[in-house]
T-cell receptor
Framework: LAKTTQPISMDSYEGQEVNITCSHNNIATNDYITWYQQFPSQGPRFIIQGYKTKVTNEVASLFIPADRKSSTLSLPRVSLSDTAVYYCLVGDPSGGYNKLIFGAGTRLAVHP | DSGVTQTPKHLITATGQRVTLRCSPRSGDLSVYWYQQSLDQGLQFLIQYYNGEERAKGNILERFSAQQFPDLHSELNLSSLELGDSALYFC?????????????????FGPGTRLTVL
């Protein structure tokens, strides 16, 4: 059974860079790694996705090492509005091609 | 606004009852996913449908069932409800990319239905 592991919580200050790592030891060779952001009482929202190496968009970067057993979401210069829960998402190879597993989530608190 | 709608927003019912949650995907999206999020818990994948057919099953209880209709809206049926079924139920949709795993698809989530079982 695939499993993902993330830190339960993190604290940061405005303007700092935040890195959140997710471990996914049993990721399938064709699987993608996706990160979502969730605010209270809202549905999650897509942040970034990657397969290997580094991906960058206007809000974040995603670093994936060669063995793909982990991934790190990097949020540059966080602001108070980045306070949210961040989830990694991968597929579960034990469940066939398309079964999905979200990590337990990392609760990020950004302080002034 | 993600373009995914869910009804009702809130639902309060009693143990042993049956309820139906409804989801309308974004225009053009063929895949619908259902998730359960209990209080202060992560998201548990329940089931995915693609163009009317079941594509993947997660940790969905036998008391729960879902379907996707020809107009692509989906319903999640929860029966013999227990106190522990109280949770937020999210629906998401995506444009499914043929030949790629579901982990590739960017999912757009609805606002959720909050179910309270008393």
């Amino acid at each position: 059974l695939a499993k993902t592991t993330q830190p339960i919580s993190m604290d940061s200050y405005e303007g700092q860079e935040v890195n959140i790592t997710c471990s996914h030891n049993n990721i399938a060779t064709n699987d993608y790694i996706t990160w979502y952001q969730q605010f209270p009482s809202q549905g999650p929202r897509f942040i970034i996705q990657g397969y290997k190496t580094k991906v960058t968009n206007e809000v974040a970067s995603l670093f994936i090492p060669a063995d793909r057993k982990s991934s790190t979401l990097s949020l540059p210069r966080v602001s108070l509005s980045d306070t949210a829960v961040y989830y990694c998402l991968v597929g579960d190879p034990s469940g066939g091609y398309n079964k999905l597993i979200f990590g337990a989530g990392t609760r990020l608190a950004v302080h002034p | 606004d993600s373009g995914v709608t869910q009804t009702p927003k809130h639902l309060i019912t009693a143990t042993g009852q049956r309820v139906t949650l409804r989801c309308s995907p974004r225009s053009g999206d063929l895949s619908v996913y259902w998730y359960q999020q209990s209080l202060d818990q992560g998201l548990q994948f329940l089931i995915q449908y693609y163009n009317g057919e079941e594509r993947a099953k997660g940790n969905i209880l036998e008391r729960f069932s879902a379907q996707q209709f020809p107009d692509l809206h989906s319903e999640l049926n929860l029966s013999s409800l227990e106190l522990g079924d109280s949770a937020l139920y999210f629906c998401a949709s995506s444009v499914d990319n043929s030949g790629r795993p579901s982990s590739y698809n960017e999912q757009f989530f609805g606002p959720g239905t909050r179910l309270t079982v008393l």
